[in-house]
């Protein structure tokens, strides 16, 4: 399928081409409009191409086996960590953007022996479009702690940028270093003799490749696929005498959303999401509402299926949004609630053509 559109793409472009060797003696209009032509039909062929191996990445992926040793970090405030889950995001927007989140999940909860084992999560993120790369630049730092592990990583990503009508692509990649640590000393095990749960601390560093799309039409609607830790890129032995080890966790993620202008006041916007996070084998759903008055305060609902709802609340001031959320356990047993903030500001970057302002989940 992918040779007979290059073939047909091939066959394109050499009668466009001959069309422009034939306009020498025409008007410059003739060969501009041949030029253009010829321009949109190479980003239209990549485009294409790309999504086609994307497809084919899917269906690989599908197929084959995938380990889940530790969940990928989750967040209420999903709609502002697009950086960290898909590379495809990074600077699609009109400056330097970043935005932070907080999350301390189960707050308060303990096991028998005291420890504090509630996941706690620190994101930090960055990007911004760089106009000589035809592209953007993004950067995503992440602490996880989940029990006795703790996870560190970092994310260096670029995204290619192609302007399809109104609405903007990026398709993009990032490097994904992580440091995984857990303290096996802690753990209490039903048999003793186990040599992995003698040793007080093991960490690995491990290596993987994240990529992604991303499409959105400034203040209509957007929509992404990515995979991170694609390699499941597997550590060093734990101990000399055991085969296991850190293992990547492959993620997948599909994010949509929308906004719309309230039709009896133009100062309400409203603003639905929905976040899918999967390891093949397992799946969690984010599915938002947003309401946002005046461009300046916000609040709406998270619904997680069968784990919690949460509470949102914001504002911006002086271009710094503010948001603060709190999930309501829908487990029971006992589980308390998670708390979560998040933080945001952009910085607009001045270009040598006049700028369209627009309103979108980044400038809430």
Not at 204 to 232: A, I, Q, R
Request: aromatic share 12%; proline share 3%; with cysteine.
């Amino acid at each position: 399928m992918i040779v007979c559109l290059c073939l047909q793409n091939q066959n394109t472009v050499s009668e466009l081409a001959a069309k422009i060797i034939n306009s020498q003696n025409q008007s410059q209009l003739a060969k501009n409009y041949y030029f253009s032509r010829l321009e949109m039909l190479g980003k239209k062929s990549l485009i294409q191409l790309m999504f086609r191996y994307l497809g084919i990445l899917l269906i690989i992926l599908l197929c084959g086996n995938s380990t889940f040793a530790q969940q990928a970090p989750i967040f209420t405030h999903h709609t502002y960590t697009h950086t960290f889950t898909n590379p495809g995001f990074a600077g699609l927007g009109e400056g330097i953007c970043v935005n932070s989140v907080v999350r301390q999940q189960w707050a308060g909860f303990k096991d028998a022996e005291g420890n504090k084992v509630a996941p706690e999560t620190f994101l930090i993120t960055g990007d911004m479009p760089v106009k000589v790369l035809r592209g953007g630049v993004g950067l995503a730092i992440v602490q996880d702690k989940l029990g006795f592990e703790k996870n560190v990583g970092v994310q260096l990503g670029y995204a290619y940028h192609a302007d399809i009508g109104s609405a903007r692509l990026g398709i993009g990649t990032a490097l994904n270093f992580l440091n995984r640590t857990v303290d096996f000393s802690k753990f209490k095990p039903h048999q003793s003799g186990d040599p992995l749960l003698s040793t007080a601390e093991e960490s690995d560093m491990l290596f993987d490749v994240n990529l992604g799309v991303f499409l959105e039409v400034p203040d209509t609607y957007y929509v992404g696929f990515s995979v991170t830790s694609m390699l499941e890129s597997k550590g060093k032995a734990l101990t000399d005498n055991s085969s296991s080890s850190f293992v990547g966790d492959r993620t997948l993620y599909l994010v949509g959303g929308y906004q719309f202008v309230a039709p009896w006041n133009s100062a309400i916007e409203f603003h639905p999401a929905i976040s899918v996070m999967s390891n093949i084998s397992t799946a969690q759903f984010n599915l938002t509402g947003t309401v946002v008055y005046n461009n300046k305060f916000w609040g709406g609902v998270n619904y997680r299926p069968q784990e919690s709802i949460g509470l949102m609340i914001g504002m911006t001031v002086l271009d710094l949004r503010m948001g603060y959320s709190y999930d309501i356990n829908t487990l029971g047993l006992g589980v308390p609630g998670s708390h979560e903030i998040s933080l945001g500001y952009c910085f607009k970057i001045n270009t040598e053509k006049n700028i369209k302002t627009y309103r979108n989940t980044r400038y809430l």
